[in-house]
């Protein structure tokens, strides 16, 4: 059973940054298919930004390209977002989320919920203008 702990979210006004962690245990796998998502009160939980488990390659929105970033410690367990230049749009619950490796090795994961089975239970940001 895969667990996954989020942590790092808070209250920043725009502009500002955030760097979420999230932490994996509890599989076999050397290392997994990670992904961010986030969900906005009244909308539909939307897929943020994604990583490959050996190529290291990224994939984002593109509401968050050039301002986010994804990135993995596998020694660690550990996949971090930071986000910059934070906007109030940003604000929203944000959900660590991870899959299956097979078939990510290279290519990161589609930005689908769909493709993961794993979730965290979300860590607040909050951006204020």
């Known amino acids: 059973q895969v667990q996954l702990a989020e942590s790092g979210g808070g209250s920043v006004q725009a502009g500002g940054s955030l760097r979420l962690s999230c932490a994996a245990s509890g599989y076999t796998y050397s290392s997994l298919c990670m992904g961010w998502f986030r969900q906005a009160p009244g909308k539909e939980r939307e897929g943020v930004a994604t990583?490959?488990?050996?190529?290291?390659?990224?994939r984002y929105s593109d509401s968050v390209k050039g301002r986010f970033s994804i990135s993995r410690d596998n020694a660690k367990n550990t996949v971090y977002l930071q986000m910059n230049t934070l906007k109030p749009e940003d604000t929203a619950m944000y959900y660590c989320a991870a899959a299956d490796p097979r078939g990510c090795n290279y290519f990161p994961p589609p930005l689908s919920r769909a493709s993961f089975m794993n979730w965290g239970q979300g860590t607040q940001v909050t951006v204020s203008s």
């Open positions: 990583i490959a488990t050996g190529s290291g390659l990224t």
